[in-house]
């Protein structure tokens, strides 16, 4: 919660924590933590890095 204090967001998907583009597909939901709520997000195209 520090780092969300400081600016910074988390990105959850199914509970755990975002890390990379190859944990979600589209369709999912996403909720993301900022120090003053969250967010929920359905993610409708993903791009990965060198495409």
Known sequence: ???????????????KLLRSVNEIKTGNTLETLTSDG????TITKIKKNHE
């Open 1 to 15: 919660m520090n780092v969300v204090k400081r600016g910074y967001t988390l990105t959850t998907v199914n509970g």
């Open 38 to 41: 969250v967010l929920q997000s």
